[in-house]
């Protein structure tokens, strides 16, 4: 649900719309002014679309002129509804879930358009009253994912890989038996990049909606009248809804979706010879890691833990040490790695997460995968951008709190204090690393935690918008800091790690000693 300081904002809104709509319905012109107002709104909406984002509608002609019918559509935004309305020759009312009844605005919206609540999961009442809607020559727009991938914390890769879509949930089949109607499918393409769900409602990138190209295309209408309108098997109607949602799947250009996507979609290859290529952060050490390499051991899965240059030792040894040192470290052992191993998954933290998305994006041959853990493309401390004028003052910096999890051992925590001179390196290697991103198109798993106090959680947004990867998948922890593998998170953080390697790696695999670096 959107935040609570915003439905705090917009209660007088929401009651004094409420008694408006309650008063309309007392005296019975609710229908007609919704009848009025949804035309006026629909030719506002057609207006913003096409002038703002090319709004393009093909196939309207197979929508049926009259009588009642299912519009079943893909989800990709909180646009979707205000495309249909705009793209549709006729009225369409919504099936809104029933959540929607306590969200301010919302509910009240929901009953001024004469859309009718469901509950998911099972509520034959809803289904009845949308059953006789339909009967009564109603055209009902629904979506049967249920929610929009990327909201509800429902992540974009659960979707099919046969239609790019989540699964389709089987109501719209179930009513358009009941009710004796048809359904047509509808692909829309391009809200999802527009007016994605981390915009609204996650509210985790603060900007406004995109202009980008938005399509509506209406599919040919499908009938079941050869089944009758009695109850049919599970299995029936799970066969049934499957074949919707390749009919809609068909219609959507899945290259304009905020994360383009080829569908079907393709399993990433497997390997019997697998190995791992770990990567720790600023002033860390490979010991940081050894929840993952023991892991990693345990599994008889080949790895190579780098130290890069200047790490592992003492601070003084930083000094002089750029970016370009960094990334002929990681090189290095990746190169070692294949010499035993077939593929290799690059797993980096912080610093080591920049050094692998460089490697991905120069020696794409080379690495299967790449898991990305805090990347840091934003700074909390606002005095980072300021390294590079700090340094000529201060020779070291203390290690900011929160780099490091204070449950860790001393010597486990890396470095207490480093050059500020390298900080600044790594300041600038940053500003480098979004372009780097920019050429990735590596399979690729981002894992950033909520809470982390050295970089700002949208980096995860930031990267995942920036990447070119086909196969790209952002995994939320709301607790954990930046240490991910020392803090309260560290189960957690340290399985979506391994889940991700474990897609690369086929069943069956021989243990293999780990390469030493």
Request: hydrophobic share 45%; net charge neutral; aromatic share 6%.
């Amino acid at each position: 649900m959107p935040s609570l300081m915003l439905d705090s904002l917009v209660w007088p809104a929401d009651a004094a719309l409420g008694v408006t709509v309650r008063w309309l319905e007392r005296i019975g012109r609710l229908s007609k002014l919704s009848d009025a107002a949804y035309n006026t709104v629909r030719m506002a909406l057609r207006a913003q679309l096409r002038g703002i984002n090319d709004l393009d509608v093909q196939g309207e002609d197979n929508l049926p002129a009259g009588g009642g019918v299912i519009l079943a559509s893909n989800h990709q935004s909180w646009l979707d509804v205000s495309a249909i309305i705009a793209a549709s020759p006729r009225r369409v009312h919504f099936v809104a879930k029933a959540e929607f009844a306590s969200w301010r605005i919302m509910r009240h919206l929901v009953r001024l358009s004469e859309s009718l609540f469901v509950r998911r999961g099972g509520d034959d009442s809803g289904l009845q009253n949308i059953a006789d809607a339909l009967r009564r020559g109603w055209a009902m727009g629904i979506f049967p994912e249920g929610t929009i991938p990327g909201e509800e914390d429902i992540p974009r890769h659960l979707v099919d890989p046969r239609t790019g879509l989540l699964r389709g949930r089987t109501g719209a089949v179930r009513l358009a038996l009941r009710a004796g109607v048809p359904i047509v499918p509808i692909g829309i393409s391009g809200t999802g990049r527009a007016l994605p769900p981390e915009v609204y409602p996650r509210l985790e990138l603060l900007r406004m909606p995109q202009p980008t190209p938005v399509t509506v295309r209406f599919g040919e209408p499908i009938y079941y009248d050869q089944h009758g309108t009695g109850t049919l098997s599970r299995e029936v109607y799970r066969e049934l809804t499957d074949e919707l949602m390749l009919a809609i799947s068909e219609l959507v250009d899945h290259r304009a979706n905020y994360a383009p996507l080829q569908v079907p979609v393709a399993e990433p290859h497997r390997s019997l010879s697998l190995g791992v290529l770990a990567l720790h952060d600023f002033a860390s050490s490979p010991a940081a890691l050894f929840p993952l390499l023991e892991r990693l051991s345990s599994q008889g899965i080949p790895f190579a833990a780098p130290t890069f240059s200047g790490h592992g030792t003492r601070p003084q040894d930083m000094i002089g040490v750029t970016s370009r040192d960094w990334f002929v470290d990681a090189r290095a052992a990746l190169v070692s790695l294949l010499e035993t191993s077939e593929h290799v998954v690059v797993v980096g933290f912080g610093m080591g997460a920049l050094v692998g998305l460089e490697l991905a994006a120069r020696h794409p041959d080379l690495c299967a995968g790449v898991c990305s853990v805090g990347a840091p493309f934003k700074l909390k401390d606002p005095r980072a951008r300021f390294a590079s004028t700090a340094a000529e003052a201060a020779k070291y910096t203390h290690t900011p709190a929160g780099l490091m999890a204070e449950e860790r051992p001393p010597k486990l925590k890396g470095y207490t204090r480093f050059p500020t001179a390298t900080f600044a390196e790594l300041y600038e290697y940053i500003q480098e690393s979004l372009d780097n991103a920019s050429l990735v198109h590596t399979p690729l798993r981002i894992i950033q935690a909520k809470d982390d106090r050295i970089v700002v959680p949208v980096s995860a947004n930031v990267l995942y918008e920036t990447v070119r990867s086909v196969r790209r998948e952002l995994v939320w922890l709301e607790k954990g800091g930046h240490d991910l593998l020392g803090g309260p998170s560290e189960a957690t953080a340290l399985e979506a790690v391994m889940e991700f390697i474990s897609e690369f790696r086929s069943i069956g695999t021989e243990s293999v000693a780990p390469v030493p670096h």
